[in-house]
Nanobody
Framework: VQLQASGGGLVQPGGSLRLSCVVSGGTLTTYTMGWFRRAPGKEREFVAALRVNNNRYSSGSVKGRFTISRDSAKNAMYLQMNSLTPEDTAVYYC????????????????????WGQGTQVTVSS
């Protein structure tokens, strides 16, 4: 299974970006999918997750601003990011976990088996 993340870039505060993650070698809807990010000098942080049943979860820091979704026909997952702030600057990674992760483990990066290469998001004026 391979994941290809894209869509990052430079955006001004208050702007929006949409990240994409295309899955190859597997069927996206059979995996628990997640987005994580790593800001400079910080540890990797959970952003959002999408369970096999299409239930969505996100961290408190992005709730109401970021939306995770998927398109089964394209075998792709997305992260719509609105109202971006400089604190959102990071490398964003998509990940896939085999099977049905329980809610309490969605934010645990070690529960995910496959990772994309990351895409840089920079929020700056």
């Amino acid at each position: 299974v391979q994941l290809q993340a894209s869509g990052g870039g430079l955006v001004q505060p208050g702007g929006s970006l949409r990240l994409s993650c295309v899955v190859s070698g597997g069927t996206l809807t059979t995996y628990t999918m997640g987005w994580f990010r790593r800001a400079p000098g910080k540890e990797r942080e959970f952003v959002a997750a999408l369970r096999v049943n299409n239930n969505r979860y996100s961290s408190g820091s992005v709730k109401g601003r970021f939306t995770i979704s998927r398109d089964s026909a394209k075998n792709a997952m997305y992260l719509q990011m609105n109202s971006l702030t400089p604190e959102d600057t990071a490398v964003y990674y998509c990940a896939a976990g085999r099977g049905r992760l329980i809610v309490s483990t969605l934010s645990d990066a070690s529960e995910y088996d496959y990772w994309g290469q990351g895409t840089q998001v920079t929020v700056s004026s």
